[in-house]
């Protein structure tokens, strides 16, 4: 009996509704100020690299261009859906209602979406200047490279409002957190998706990026030959060089996409019944992590983003 009596529901209607999940109060609030600490120095680190990029006008590359329509997708990953994840795995009751679910799951979908589009447009960008570098900046220039971003921002905004309108069936019928799910098995629907949105593009970023570092193998052997220095110069042999470091440190960006992403939409896409388990919600917050991660791979790795910082923070 007095177990029955310290169960407690999430609304009035008994049955019909989620019982409360009882917590320790100091891992209930160390877990909330973790998450919140993420979702904070998410938002911060990238609100850097956009004004940074937005703010100095030699910055205003091709590259640094696909750098900041990246780290404004992390931007919306740190407003928007680190904290709505953060009460999907802290509270056991949802109280937004079924159009909220839906919003935060095109949200997840279009942040997904977008940087593995801006990834593509990198990849491309980083082949065309290691690959072609005499003819780099007459084929990719900043407006050449602002309409395919657009571009790219309205396919993904378009297409996953789209797929949630029209073929995703996004139910809360108990009013639980648990049932703010995506109903659906495996249709033809969801494989042409998979496609479109995942398989289609890694191959291009993976194929695009064996060749460069085919190419960047091979131009480096040459760079250590006399004949590469008396018939390209050294300009071009500086050049070359830049191009091939920013080339590894956008590949590292990559790489981290794939480790923190895959896992999460193989999981989604094919045992969507493992979300209910302590592993799958560790699964599902990682690639949230990615959006953290890339503003420090770039703090790392381009002088530009530590010498514009000491300035933003400086307030000159």
């Known amino acids: 009996m007095e177990k029955h009596e310290e169960i407690q529901y999430c609304f009035q209607d008994g049955n019909s509704s989620c019982r409360k999940a009882l917590q320790s109060t100091s ?6 100020i973790f998450f919140s ?14 004004i940074s990029i937005s703010h100095f006008k030699q910055l205003h590359t091709p590259t640094n261009l696909l750098i900041l329509s990246l780290a404004v997708s992390d931007l919306l990953v740190g407003l928007i859906v680190i904290p709505v994840m953060t009460v999907a ?3 056991s009751c949802w109280g937004f209602g079924e159009y909220f679910c839906e919003f935060n799951i095109y949200i997840d979908f279009l942040c997904a979406s977008l940087s593995l589009g801006n990834l593509v447009l990198i990849s491309i960008d980083r082949y065309v200047a290691v690959c072609d570098p005499l003819l780099y900046h007459s084929k990719i220039t900043t407006t050449r490279m602002m309409c395919c971003i657009s571009i790219t921002w309205c396919c993904c905004i378009i297409y996953d409002a789209g797929i949630i309108k029209n073929f995703v069936n996004v139910q809360v019928p108990s009013r639980c957190l648990k049932e703010c799910f995506i109903v659906e098995g495996i249709t033809w629907v ?12 890694c191959s291009i970023i993976i194929t695009l990026y064996l060749k ?11 760079v250590f030959s006399k004949e590469a220095v008396s018939v390209s110069g050294v300009k071009t042999v500086q050049a070359s060089k830049s191009e091939r470091k920013a080339a590894k440190t956008l590949s590292i960006v990559v790489v981290n996409y794939f480790i923190c992403w895959i896992p999460s939409l193989f999981v989604f896409s094919f045992f969507s019944i493992l979300l209910e388990n302590v592993l799958s919600y560790f699964i599902s917050f ?3 992590v990615n959006s953290l ?6 703090a790392f ?3 530009w983003f530590k010498v514009t910082t000491k300035r933003i923070l400086n307030l000159k």
Do not use: C, G, H, W
Not at 37 to 50: D, G, K, R
Not at 190 to 201: A, F, G, K, R, S
Not at 212 to 222: D, E, L, N
């Open 27 to 32: 891992i209930y609030i160390t877990l909330y």
């Open 37 to 50: 600490l993420i979702s904070a120095v998410t938002v911060f680190l990238n609100i850097l690299v956009i």
């Open 89 to 91: 795995i802290m509270e």
């Open 190 to 201: 969801n494989i042409i998706d998979l496609l479109i949105t995942m398989v289609v593009p």
């Open 212 to 222: 460069i570092f085919v190419v960047a193998r091979s131009q480096a052997r040459k």
């Open 286 to 288: 990682l690639p949230l």
């Open 293 to 298: 991660i890339n503003p420090i791979i770039y």
């Open 301 to 303: 790795f381009y002088p």
